[in-house]
């Protein structure tokens, strides 16, 4: 099985720039206090943010994950765009080796086109299903809506 490989396109009325500072940069701030009944905390366990970083997420006690490590690939805060790789925790469950994103803002009107590339890594001889992938791709996909309605109710945050 190979890799399977999915694009979305998401439409926002919040500018490009404050979306990527919120949700790319300063996540780790972020996150944990728009979600504190499911993130713990979000920390730079190597690194300070840039390309090569890896940033670890802790999951509250009785979620279903524990926690998970990202590796930052790329990071282009001129053009709105980052890379990283999901590389360990249980949420990569038995069958994913790891995850790869990529994420690009563009400016729309007022707002941001946002593109969102995910590629998924079976580990040897693992078939999964863009059936089984939902799941996770749904739960980013609220964490971006999360995001968003922040910004919208706090217009004058990351400006």
Do not use: W
Request: charged letters at 25%.
């Amino acid at each position: 099985m190979g890799v399977i490989r999915i694009s979305e396109i998401l439409t926002t009325p919040v500018a490009p720039s404050r979306m990527f500072k919120a949700l790319v940069l300063d996540s780790h701030n972020l996150i944990p206090k728009l979600a504190p009944k499911n993130v713990k905390s979000i920390e730079f366990i190597h690194g300070d943010g840039g390309v090569g970083s890896i940033k670890q997420t802790n999951f509250t006690e009785g979620s279903m994950y524990k926690y998970l490590k990202h590796r930052i690939d790329a990071l282009d805060e001129e053009n709105y765009m980052c890379k990283y790789t999901l590389i360990e925790g249980n949420v990569l469950g038995d069958a994913l080796e790891s995850i790869s994103y990529e994420i690009k803002f563009d400016k729309e009107g007022e707002g941001a086109i946002c593109n969102i590339t995910s590629e998924y890594h079976p580990k040897c001889n693992v078939e999964i299903t863009e059936d089984e992938i939902k799941e996770g791709k749904d739960k980013a996909m609220g964490m971006y809506k999360l995001v968003e309605d922040y910004l919208l109710s706090n217009p004058n945050a990351y400006t």
